[in-house]
């Protein structure tokens, strides 16, 4: 019998670094990645391909892709906000583009002065650019203020499934939900992923929640139990614009790991060597506030992976056939 199993999608280079208004050096920002690498995680979404002029901290993102490559089986991904950024990213070379597209027409019009109708049309010229020429690329969507807008307020379910249905019908290859406001909740997050997936089936995508109010990890946990298997979240929650202090913005991804390991789920990640890698984020961008209260706590007593490895006994056994040696 194959374990349960999730990807987690770490969005920390990208969704974390660009709300941080200092930048990250460059070679700091490929040091970190060889470590969440290491750890084991197999999605990372690198950078975001927008004119440095507005995101000062994404200008060498061509450089950091490069690096990213030539991890092998790492998935490198990058955000694109519209046909010039996906030309660059896919000239570069990166495996998937992730398109931001409003549930809200008002947060659409506000965060990037175009109609929904309009975003739809550029995503069917970067499907098109795809189709003809790199048929080998995937095209994300994630679906942002799904589960809410700071301009609208409330987003009817009606309209998350007909921006759903749009995308797909405009090529996309997987449609996610992101909780862009952090005014999801557990309730809301399964009804909402059971229409879009009767709307759209197998295209239904990641769950991108955010812990703004504390709900980030029961909207995930709420996200896996119908169906979804894969979950953006950020290195010490990193990034997505925290209201309040405290809380993050991200879903944290060590807390993401060990509620998923501890639950039986296998993630594919080693959760000593990922909490190692926040060393190589803090030195990238010393002082910054990391989150995570896996972190802070530590393993439990006796933790064991998915999969049955158990950390503390592989270490004693190490040290056992070392002193043997
Ligand atoms: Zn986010």
């Known amino acids: 019998m194959s374990l349960p199993s999730v990807l987690i999608s770490e969005v920390g280079p990208r969704d974390g670094l660009q709300s941080v208004s200092r930048t990250m050096p460059t070679a700091a920002k490929c040091a970190w990645i060889d470590r969440l690498f290491d750890a084991g995680l197999r999605e990372i979404e690198v950078g975001s391909f927008v004119p440095a002029k507005l995101l000062p901290q994404m200008a060498d993102v061509a450089d950091v892709v490069r690096h990213a490559l030539t991890k092998p089986g790492l998935t490198v991904m990058a955000l694109v906000p519209n046909l010039r950024g996906a030309e660059a990213a896919l000239a570069a070379g990166v495996h998937k583009i992730s398109i931001p597209l409003s549930a809200s027409e008002a947060h659409s019009q506000a965060n990037v002065r175009k109609t929904r109708e309009q975003a739809l049309q550029d995503l069917r010229a970067i499907t098109a650019l795809r189709q003809e020429r790199y048929p080998g690329a995937r095209v994300e969507v994630g679906m942002s203020t799904a589960f809410g807008c700071t301009i609208q307020g409330t987003v009817s379910d009606d309209e998350v499934v007909w921006v759903a249905e749009r995308a797909v019908a405009a090529g996309v290859d997987e449609v996610g939900l992101s909780d862009t406001t952090g005014m999801a909740n557990p309730t809301q997050v399964r009804r909402l992923f059971n229409r879009v997936r009767a709307a759209i089936g197998e295209r239904t995508g990641a769950a991108h929640m955010h812990n703004t109010r504390g709900l980030g990890l029961a909207n995930c946990l709420a996200a896996f139990d119908v169906g ?19 809380a993050s913005g991200n879903v944290v991804t060590e807390d993401l790991v060990f509620m998923f390991e501890s639950m039986g789920i296998a993630t594919g990640v080693d959760l000593e ?25 530590g393993l439990t007593k ?24």
Do not use: W
Request: charged fraction near 20%; charge should be negative; aromatic fraction near 8%.
């Open 228 to 246: 979804v298997r894969t979950f953006d979240a950020s290195q010490g929650g990193l990034g997505g614009c925290p209201y309040a202090p405290g």
């Open 302 to 325: 006796g933790f064991a992976y998915a999969d049955g490895r158990h950390p503390a006994a592989e270490r004693l056994l190490n040290r056992i056939e070392k002193d043997c040696a």
């Open 273 to 297: 060597r990922l909490m190692a890698a926040r060393d190589a984020l803090a030195a990238g961008l010393p002082g910054e506030a990391l989150y995570g209260m896996t972190p802070e706590a």
